[in-house]
């Protein structure tokens, strides 16, 4: 689950850690008021920000930095709702509903911080590198070595020794060192006490004046960790989603939109991407990831199914199923069912293998409607790619 902006940085301010001065707003007037606020309490200028879930903002003219009232509402007329592209956002764009409006620092130097898992390591990792300011992505692809790493011991956590030498690693000034140290274990008391899958700080600035502020904070959550968490399930923007997607999580299946236009249906993540992957090898594309799990019902497939026809560039729907939780003669029996109750006229093709496959394969058979079943994922593959493009 991803959140704002906005929503991260009063998280943080919430454990200690040192943020701007800044309020979020929804109109004009409220940004406007914001803005008025912050030059009455001596801010020399305002950043006006866009609030979306994309990284990139201020490459697509999301953010600006205002040095008076008069240019503080030029920039909140440009950004309130404007269709915001980014590198993240895809062509498409995403619209502003919100703005962050922000006092601005006296910038002395841009770093990075930021606390991910290391699969590979099975720990996390406090990474910390003196290009703030950049993606960090082309800071590990161009230099790996300007990315400073602290493995996490989760029997003892975070310590404040692994803190200072990240400290010492950026050059900060030994009149920042204790302050920094306080700020990354306030970062990483965060991370834990949130159940957080990603924590970035980009840029973690330091002032004229010795001091150190979160400039830019992403934060993403585990949604398997959301039950424990009611406060900051309740952060959640759907707005901010694709509406498919949402709709998929109302039944607990596991989608996600892709550009394709043929539609799986598959039980468990490794054959989905499997899936997706014979289907372009095919010469197909993938309309989609969809997971319906091992224990799906009847409801979710014909949720399933709904959500995959919403889809107006799907032209088939390939389900491979691979009986075990899941008995294949109840996967058919819901296929069924879920295809005469939404009147479903495209091509179905199934490749099916499992517990009880012969009964489900009867079930199709008797059920009157058109199902093209392959022998192998490959045949399957193949016959729906065919039925995508015109094919029989």
């Known amino acids: 689950m991803k959140i704002h902006e906005y929503q991260a940085k009063d998280i943080l301010a919430k454990h200690g850690v ?5 309020e979020v707003a929804n109109t004009l007037d409220e940004a406007l008021d914001v803005a008025k606020k912050l030059f009455a309490n001596g801010a020399s200028g305002v950043v006006v920000k866009a609030q979306i879930h994309a990284g990139g903002r201020g490459k697509g003219g999301g953010v600006k930095v205002a040095k008076n009232i008069q240019d503080a ?3 909140i007329k440009q950004i309130l709702g404007m269709q915001l592209i980014t590198h993240q956002t895809g062509p498409q764009g995403q619209k502003v509903s919100r703005l962050l409006i922000e006092e601005t620092a006296a910038i ?3 770093l990075y911080l930021g606390i ?3 699969r590979a390591a099975a720990k996390l990792v406090f990474m910390a590198s003196k290009a703030g300011g950049m993606e960090i992505e082309e800071v590990a692809a161009k230099d790996p070595k300007a990315i400073h790493k602290a493995y996490i011991d989760p029997a003892v956590g975070f310590q404040p020794y692994q803190a200072r030498q990240l400290a010492f690693a950026l050059g900060l000034k030994p009149t920042q060192i204790n302050q920094a140290v306080k700020f990354m274990l306030g970062l990483y008391k965060v991370y834990i006490d949130t159940d957080a899958s990603l924590l970035e700080i980009n840029p973690f600035i330091t002032t004229k004046d010795d001091q150190l502020f979160a400039l830019d904070c992403k934060i993403n959550f585990d949604d398997n960790a959301m039950f424990r968490h009611k406060e900051l399930k309740e952060l959640r923007d759907v707005a901010e989603e694709d509406p498919l997607e949402v709709e998929a999580s109302k ?4 989608y996600i939109k892709l550009d394709g236009n043929i539609a799986c249906m598959v039980n468990g993540a490794g054959l989905a991407m499997a899936t997706m992957d014979i289907i372009q ?3 197909g594309s993938p309309a989609n990831f969809l997971d319906v799990g091992g224990g799906a019902n009847q409801q979710q497939i014909e949720a399933a199914f709904a959500i995959l026809l919403a889809d107006k560039n799907v032209q088939a729907i390939f389900i491979n199923i691979f009986g075990g939780i899941l008995r ?3 996967l058919a029996t819901a296929v069924v069912a879920a295809a005469k109750n939404l ?3 495209l091509p179905i093709v199934l490749r099916l293998e499992g517990t009880n496959v012969e009964e489900g394969r009867k079930i199709l058979e008797e059920s009157g409607l058109k199902f093209a079943v392959g022998a192998t994922m490959k045949d399957a593959a193949d016959i729906v790619v065919a039925a995508a493009k015109g094919g029989k």
């Open 251 to 254: 039944y607990a299946l596991n």
């Open 116 to 118: 991910v898992l290391d």
């Open 18 to 22: 040192a943020v701007p001065r800044g």
């Open 73 to 75: 509402e030029t920039y």
């Open 281 to 283: 090898y095919a010469g």
């Open 328 to 330: 294949v003669d109840v």
């Open 343 to 345: 009147n479903v006229t």
């Open 108 to 110: 002395d130097r841009e």
